[in-house]
């Protein structure tokens, strides 16, 4: 059963640093692009980071960029999100993702490009 476990959530201080991890069992992330996600309350789910397939590139919102970094581990079938000077408009279930479709980017912002999900994992910032 395919399935993707975010961790590493939790409670911050504006300016300080979390690193959310996603597990992917079940199938390989491989030949996959593979991203994060967030949503923030009461408003809608979007997109923060994406890393391509081949692992050479990685996409941001414009609003992380230079604060988080996404990267994977294909041996550990792991991704990540590093987030530093983090802000609090920053607070938000962070979920990742993996692109339906193999060996390509394609509409890498769009949710419904997405076929696997995670549950979430709360990430909060505080004054």
């Known amino acids: 059963q395919a399935q993707l476990v975010e961790s590493g959530g939790g409670l911050v201080q504006a300016g300080g640093s979390l690193e959310l991890n996603c597990t992917a069992s079940g199938f390989t992330l491989g030949p996959s692009t593979v991203a994060w996600f967030r949503q923030p309350p009461g408003k809608e789910r979007e997109f923060v980071a994406a890393?391509?397939?081949?692992?050479?590139?990685?996409y941001y919102e414009d609003s992380v960029k230079g604060r988080f970094t996404i990267s994977r581990n294909s041996a550990k079938n792991q991704v990540y999100l590093s987030m530093t000077n983090l802000k609090l408009e920053d607070t938000a279930v962070y979920y990742c993702?993996?692109?339906?479709?193999?060996?390509?980017?394609?509409?890498?912002?769009?949710?419904?490009?997405?076929?696997?999900w995670g549950q979430g994992t709360q990430v909060t910032v505080f004054t």
């Open positions: 890393r391509e397939w081949r692992n050479r590139f990685s």
């Open positions: 993702a993996v692109h339906r479709t193999q060996y390509t980017d394609f509409s890498y912002r769009d949710q419904a490009t997405y076929a696997y």
